[in-house]
């Protein structure tokens, strides 16, 4: 399985920012940066994990309804890396993120393949 890492997560007041970046947990891996589309997913405390936003190899994005507007994802090719930006935080975006290899649909966004790395702490708090 193909295990991404993401990070660049922290403590950050409501209306703030913070920018998260998604690589490969092995070198190896990084040809799937570019090749297959990557999903962003989160996960707080007591709920289920959730598809927030994805981005296809074309470069075609989704994202959910509670981050739409406020989120923004996208990939650098040479960097081997995927973004998401988040502006606009909210307490309620309190969650650990993760990013993952995934299936693009265009009417749903991603669905993981299910091969979870470390996700990253995002603590939106006054």
């Known amino acids: 399985q193909v295990q991404l890492v993401a990070s660049g997560g922290g403590l950050v007041q409501p209306g703030g920012s913070l920018r998260l970046s998604c690589a490969a947990s092995?070198?190896?891996?990084?040809?799937?940066?570019?090749?297959?589309?990557i999903g962003w997913f989160r996960q707080a405390p007591g709920k289920e994990r959730e598809g927030i936003s994805c981005?296809?190899?074309?470069?075609?994005?989704y994202y959910a309804d509670s981050v739409k507007g406020r989120f923004t994802v996208s990939r650098d090719n040479a960097k081997k890396t995927v973004f998401l930006q988040m502006d606009s935080l909210k307490p309620e975006d309190t969650a650990v993120y993760f990013c993952?290899?995934?299936?693009?649909?265009?009417?749903?966004?991603?669905?993981?393949?299910?091969?979870w790395g470390q996700g990253t702490q995002v603590t939106v708090s006054s």
């Open positions: 993952a290899t995934s299936d693009y649909y265009a009417d749903s966004g991603c669905r993981s393949h299910g091969h």
């Open positions: 092995v070198i190896t891996w990084s040809y799937y940066m570019d090749y297959t589309p």
């Open positions: 981005i296809a190899t074309n470069g075609v994005t």
